[in-house]
């Protein structure tokens, strides 16, 4: 099973809901440790690796926690 189908959610689908929540997110170190992550996760994107793009978008969202 990949990776799509075991969480339900695609790696676009993913980087719109990091992305919502960290437009939401106050300034701060977790603020800016989620945008790292998500910059990796637009690089996995564009080189077509989703599951490194759905690791990133994770990390991106526990980053904010």
């Known amino acids: ?31 800016e440790a989620s945008l790292k992550h998500y910059q990796a996760a637009e690089t996995a994107h564009k080189a077509s690796k989703e599951a490194d793009c759905i690791k990133s978008c994770d990390a991106a969202a526990k980053a904010l926690l």
Request: net charge positive; proline share 6%.
């Open 1 to 31: 099973m990949n990776e799509q189908k075991a969480t339900g959610q695609s790696s676009v689908d993913r980087m719109k809901t990091v992305k919502a929540a960290w437009d939401k997110a106050p300034s701060g170190p977790k603020k």
